[in-house]
């Protein structure tokens, strides 16, 4: 399964982007993902998850009232709007492929990643 994410770039504070994250195979649809961020000199964290249909989802406490995940039921491709941006939002964002149908904030329960969109928030 190879993950295709978009949307990245460079914006201020207060601004708003969207990424967009497609699998190649429609057989991800029935797999809960989610999206991860990894800022310079730290870890990789969560960020946002959803399950398979779409139906729940989990939230970063860093981001819950700013973020939202997204996806169409059946489909593979799943969305993250980011409202409200921070200086330290600015992280590469990966989005992945959980190996279950549920939604999940252990980066240890996906098993597909993608190649990462680098967002930059400019105070």
């Known amino acids: 399964v190879q993950l295709q994410a978009s949307g990245g770039g460079l914006v201020q504070a207060g601004d708003s982007l969207r990424l967009s994250c497609a699998a190649s195979?429609?057989?991800?649809?029935?797999?809960?993902m989610g999206w991860f961020r990894q800022a310079p000199g730290k870890e990789r964290e969560f960020v946002a998850s959803i399950d398979w249909r779409g139906g729940r989802s989990y939230y970063a406490d860093s981001v819950k009232g700013r973020f939202s995940i997204s996806r169409e039921y059946g489909k593979s491709t799943v969305y993250l709007q980011m409202n409200s941006l921070k200086p330290e939002d600015t992280a590469i964002y990966y989005c992945?492929?959980?190996?279950?149908?549920?939604?999940?904030?252990?980066?240890?329960?996906?098993?597909?990643w993608g190649q990462g969109t680098l967002v930059t928030v400019s105070s």
């Open positions: 992945a492929v959980a190996r279950g149908a549920w939604s999940s904030s252990s980066a240890n329960d996906y098993t597909y």
């Open positions: 195979r429609r057989t991800s649809s029935n797999n809960g």
